[in-house]
T-cell receptor
Framework: GNSVTQMEGPVTLSEEAFLTINCTYT??????LFWYVQYPGEGLQLLLK?????DKGSNKGFEATYRKETTSFHLEKGSVQVSDSAVYFC???????????FGAGTRLFVKA | GAGVSQSPSNKVTEKGKDVELRCDPI?????LYWYRQSLGQGLEFLIY????????KSGLPSDRFSAERTGGSVSTLTIQRTQQEDSAVYLC???FGQGAQDTEAFFGQGTRLTVV
């Protein structure tokens, strides 16, 4: 079936460190891939997305590249800030489907 | 409305009581989802509505849970005979759904349910 697997958290980093949150997926065809973010006390919101292989989604300094060969969509940021502390969810919509399938989420703590 | 609206924002109920949670999606969105987020946990899919199609109920944890969507708009999630393990934040989301595979889901702020 269609599913999303992301690295377990929490991830704790110091400010200005490099961030990678791994995400891999299982899906037939060519799903669309998303990263959502949930800041403390707020609702989920879309961070970035990519709709076809080799596309790179980017927003707020975060990037993720759609890798068909490794079925991955890892989230990266070169220099994290305290304000990036949140829970990050990888998600997909599979080909021919319309339901968004989410990973379990990865909590990020950034220390000053 | 401007966004997905959920009510109430908080609900405390006694074990064994029934509760209803409401979701008002973004106007024009044909897809509506309910998820549950327990403390420190990820998103657990509950149910999905797409237009006039039969809903995908595969995520409902027991027959105490049910949901309906009236007129293709507002949705109500009902939990009967609540149990303490039902305590969680219940999230509703909507999207344009059909015909737009790359569409994003817009989430409400959630209803925090506490069963005492």
């Amino acid at each position: 079936g269609n599913s999303v697997t992301q690295m377990e958290g929490p991830v704790t980093l110091s400010e200005e460190a490099f961030l990678t949150i791994n995400c891999t997926y299982t899906a037939t065809g060519y799903p669309s891939l998303f990263w959502y973010v949930q800041y403390p006390g707020e609702g989920l919101q879309l961070l970035l997305k990519a709709t076809k292989a080799d596309d790179k989604g980017s927003n707020k300094g975060f990037e993720a590249t759609y890798r068909k060969e490794t079925t991955s969509f890892h989230l990266e940021k070169g220099s994290v800030q305290v304000s990036d502390s949140a829970v990050y969810f990888c998600a997909l919509i599979y080909t021919g489907g319309f339901k968004t399938i989410f990973g379990a989420g990865t909590r990020l703590f950034v220390k000053a | 409305g401007a966004g997905v609206s959920q009510s109430p924002s908080n609900k405390v109920t006694e074990k064994g009581k029934d509760v209803e949670l409401r979701c008002d999606p973004i106007s024009g969105h044909t897809a509506l989802y309910w998820y549950r987020q327990s403390l420190g946990q990820g998103l657990e899919f509950l149910i999905y509505f797409q237009g006039n199609s039969a809903p995908d109920k595969s995520g409902l944890p027991s027959d105490r849970f049910s949901a309906e969507r009236t007129g293709g708009s507002v949705s109500t999630l009902t939990i009967q005979r609540t149990q303490q393990e039902d305590s969680a934040v219940y999230l509703c989301a909507s999207s344009f759904g059909q015909g737009a595979q790359d569409t994003e889901a817009f989430f409400g702020q959630g209803t925090r349910l506490t069963v005492v």
